[in-house]
């Protein structure tokens, strides 16, 4: 299948320079027009595309590099950009920064090269003159890339001009600039911003965000860059049923449990996956008829009273669990099988307690390799995976080893024939497999 698929690609020059801000600005403003758009995030981020998501109503995709292969992220694209629309892709990270911090794989810049998408930089400048063109123009000829303007951000009306001349000599069109919205600021905590679900006026931020593109970005440039990129083609592979009859997952969705790939939805659904949501803080039980659970990331931290009060819900899933439903449990749902979690207490399933620190454990990409066959893999098998996580467990298991590119490796992860549970997050594209194993497992179960 081939697509147009119009795209491009808002870079930073690193982290906190607004990618996110500038990002959701520009779909609202391009969302007014009346443009059919979708929405992408380099890396492995949640958090930020649920704001694209919040923007559009419908999903926004990663595309990661480090899990998949360029085939991979080019038929993302192609599937789910609208022909007669625009893809939006964030960036991760600044422009260059890849696996390891040392090379720019799977940065936004391979990203942007290996799908032809033309890439905007936006820039903050701090404390700058002269020295803005200079760093722009480091950006633009460090490396290949694709580079072709830049955006302006946290810049006022007055000192546009101004701005615009001196990012000009690096000889790169600026698209026009976003100057501070401080009513539209969104806050952040330990994992990055705080989660879409959780601003009850977002709707208003995303607005004064759009007013503010709307004067002050060359949307009608913006959007003739973006059909200058190259036609794209999907040439992965389709995945086929794995199971005769319909296989009812469980997948814990609430303000505690919301760190999901749209993508991993996508290809649970190809394998033959009914995706029944259900919240462990308000609902009473897991829903009925149920062939297999996911229990997803989030803030199970954040919500631990609530999800503790909640003992019938607690109950239930410990009680599913240790009975044989196929189940996967990723960092917050990790941790919600634990006896306690800070001392409040969770479901009970690992003869095990967590408790949140203040310091970013081990974190990153990682290859997970089976030490035993399990519900998703045999022995030896492997899958690329990502952590992040501020929480410690007193038993974080040890039937998986994970090893980060560094070299740096380390045992997690408990796992049976029945359950995969341990903080890494999986993205089910990196290995299909793995998926295939969990929806054919939970056919079974039913």
Known sequence: ????????LLAGTGSG?????????????????????????????????????????????NLDLFF??????????????????????????????????????ASAAHVARATNTPAVLI???????????????????????????VILNGVSEGMYPYYRAIAEKAGLRVYGFLPPVPEAEIPDRHLGLVTAAEIGNLSDKLDRLADAAEAGLDLD????????????????????????????????????????????FDVLRALGAELVPFSPLTDATLPKDIDGLYLGGGYPEVHKEQLAANHIM?????????????TIAECGGFLYLHRTLDGAEMAGVLDADATLTKKLQPFGYVTLTARRDNLLCRAGEQVRAHAFHYAVSTDEGADFDAAKPNGRAWACIHANDTLYAGFPHLYFRANPAFAENFVRRSAQKG
Do not use: W
């Not at 607004?18 to 443009?35: D, N, Y």
């Not at 607690?314 to 196929?326: C, E, K, M, N, T």
């Open 68 to 105: 998949v292969d360029e085939t991979e992220v080019r038929g993302q694209l192609a599937r789910h950009v609208p022909t007669d629309g625009v893809g939006i892709i964030e960036g991760v990270m600044g422009f260059y920064d890849g696996v390891s911090g040392t090379t720019d794989t």
């Open 17 to 61: 320079c607004g990618k996110t801000t500038v990002t959701t600005a520009l779909l609202r403003a391009l969302q007014r027009r009346g443009v059919p758009l979708a929405a992408f995030k380099c890396g492995p981020d949640y958090i930020d595309p649920m704001f694209h998501t919040e923007v559009l109503g419908v999903p926004s995709r």
């Open 1 to 8: 299948m081939q697509n147009n698929a119009p795209r491009l």
């Open 221 to 264: 440039g913006l959007l003739a860059l973006a059909r200058t990129a190259p036609p794209i083609a999907d040439e992965t592979a389709p995945l086929a049923l794995v199971a005769d009859k319909p296989v009812r997952i469980a997948v814990a969705q609430d303000k505690a449990f919301c760190f999901y790939y749209a993508d991993n």
């Open 123 to 149: 820039v903050r400048p701090r404390g700058q003159s002269l020295s803005l063109a200079a760093e722009i123009k480091g950006f633009r000829d460090f490396a290949p890339n694709t580079l072709a303007g």
């Open 314 to 326: 607690r109950d239930s899933i410990r009680a599913a669990v240790q009975g044989g439903l196929p």
